[in-house]
């Protein structure tokens, strides 16, 4: 009987595991995610970085320049993030629907979102940009999170989820 739970178990992980590479983009759609992206976004995917950080009550969005001495990459997603973000506070999220279809999950419940159910702060980094969002509606932080992963998987070359970055220091 031990045995017997021993091998579901492991069928169980392979079948996750076979599940989780299965879902990742391929090259095809990271290259079509990347051309869109640059007709969105104003800065160069290449010399940036985006981060995404799960939290408890939602996450953080940042675009940061890979060389902190890039002031231009810095100030375009600056501008960018700050514009999104006014966007997205009037329920506007057209820019991540144009990059990755209005099918992209967690979008839907986002849009759906009344005024007011998710804080998005917006703040400077001396590197780039961040929105920060924050819920107490477990089914928006949901969405926030599946939102994240489908940013993370659609521009895995230029994207990483990391934990919030406690030293980052933000600008005024």
């Given amino acids: 009987m031990k ?30 995610v990347a051309r869109i992206g640059r007709q969105v976004m ?25 060389d902190a001495s890039n002031k231009h990459q810095i100030n375009l997603t ?4 700050r514009k999104i973000a006014k966007d997205f506070k009037q329920g506007n999220f057209s820019d991540p629907e144009k990059i990755h279809g209005k099918d992209m999950p967690g979008l839907k419940a986002l849009q759906r979102a009344k005024a007011g159910e998710i804080l998005m702060q917006y703040r400077k980094l001396l590197n780039g940009a961040e929105i920060v969002y924050i819920t107490d509606k477990e089914d928006l932080v ?7 992963d489908a940013q993370l998987n659609d521009h895995a070359r230029h ?13 005024k």
């Fill in 3 to 32: 045995l017997q739970y021993t091998f579901i178990s492991l069928l169980i992980v392979i079948h996750i595991n076979t599940a989780s590479a299965d879902n990742k983009a391929t090259e095809a759609r990271l290259d079509e």
């Fill in 142 to 148: 949901d969405a926030i999170h599946q939102w994240f």
């Fill in 42 to 66: 104003p800065f160069n995917l290449e010399q940036t970085l985006h981060i995404f950080s799960k939290t408890k009550t939602g996450g953080v969005q940042q675009v940061i320049s890979k």
């Fill in 78 to 81: 600056q501008d960018h993030l």
């Fill in 159 to 171: 994207a990483t989820m990391h934990h919030r970055m406690h030293n980052q220091k933000t600008k």
